[in-house]
């Protein structure tokens, strides 16, 4: 008799590549500026334990010309993060990334190219996109290509990031998809509703993996780059009290340093005509601070569309 059987069944055939390989990244990230220049994050993930070593050459013209620096992480681990500081602002730097598993087992990636937000009164490029998540790959494969040959020194997102913040495939699609856009320009997101799933576990991870400084719980922060003031507010915490508290200090405080200019970020934003439609609550609890704080533009996502008015 044949026996047909009751439950899918599959034939897969395993293969195994030879050698330690780069499996996410290089990507930048926690961007900053402070005594000691500018500094950023070089972040990868590898798929064996391995050490690393960034080297960074400006490019430049400058007199002498400095030598190459080396960053190295001597403990071997999957994931790594190499904090780099003393910059030039304004200035254009070469890198690479060297990973060693020991044993004469080594991956490069690069060189890459970036360039860090320059000093006052240079302007100040940067880019503004979000919900890029699934099902439109495809359409976030052609901004990226975009963004990559615009080459800003830093690109905000305005949420939903991934489909499921808490999913490690979901991000693992992410950094196929931005490794041209993200090997280049530091990316600082704001959370959406979707980078907090699942049951708010995926924020914590989001806010890990691009390493932004917390102000408040994983959600809410600024920074300083080239003179402006730039503010991530979370509206998945928007009913928190202490974010509104903390809002209104960090824009007197912005003003009171004489920002040249102020852009918040956020992912519901206050107005909206498509289908999920403006957030009363920001209208009611945040435009207000906003506004009275001059703050030039609010970038905003959540409803898939593009528009932009004067409030």
Same mark, same amino acid.
């Given at each position: 008799n044949t026996v047909v059987? =009751?439950?899918?069944? $599959?034939?897969? @055939?395993?293969? &195994?590549s030879r050698g330690v390989r780069i499996v996410r990244g290089p990507y930048l990230s926690a961007p900053v500026e402070g005594r000691k220049g500018a500094g950023l994050r070089v972040n990868w993930q590898t798929d064996l334990p391995a050490s690393g070593t960034v080297t960074l050459q400006r490019l430049d013209a400058v007199s002498p010309p400095e030598p190459p620096r080396r960053i190295?992480?001597?403990?071997?681990? =999957?994931?790594?993060? $190499?904090?780099? @500081?003393?910059? &030039?602002?304004g200035g254009?730097?070469?890198?690479?990334?060297?990973?060693?598993?020991?044993?004469?087992?080594q991956a490069t990636s690069g060189p890459w190219r970036l360039e860090t937000v320059p000093a006052p009164p240079h302007p100040l490029r940067f880019a503004v996109y979000g919900d890029m998540r699934y099902p439109g790959h495809v359409a976030h494969g052609a901004i990226v290509e975009a963004l990559a040959r615009e080459a800003p020194a830093v690109v905000f997102n305005t949420g939903d990031l991934t489909d499921v913040g808490s999913d490690e495939a979901n991000w693992q699609k992410y950094f196929e998809i931005t490794a041209p856009m993200g090997a280049i320009a530091a990316v600082v997101p704001a959370l959406g509703n979707h980078d907090a799933d699942h049951r708010g576990t995926g924020a914590a991870k989001t806010w890990k993996l691009f390493g932004v400084p917390a102000s408040g719980p994983p959600g809410w922060t600024s920074l300083d780059l080239g003179g402006v003031h730039f503010v991530i507010l979370s509206t998945n915490e928007m009913r928190d009290p202490a974010q509104r508290e903390w809002l209104a200090d960090d824009?007197?405080?912005?003003?009171?340093h004489h920002a040249r200019a102020i852009f918040a970020f956020c992912h519901e934003g206050p107005w909206?005509?498509?289908?999920?439609g403006g957030e009363s609550q920001m209208v009611r609890d945040y435009a207000p601070l906003l506004a009275a704080a001059h703050v030039d533009v609010?970038?905003?996502g959540h409803d898939?569309?593009?528009?932009?008015?004067?409030?």
């Open positions: 059987p =009751t439950a899918p069944a $599959a034939w897969v @055939d395993l293969a &195994a190295s992480l001597g403990t071997r681990a =999957t994931e790594q993060v $190499a904090k780099i @500081d003393g910059l &030039a602002r254009a730097y070469r890198y690479t990334v060297e990973v060693d598993a020991g044993g004469g087992d824009l007197a405080r912005a003003r009171r909206a005509h498509g289908l999920h609010l970038f905003s898939h569309i593009y528009k932009r008015g004067i409030g």
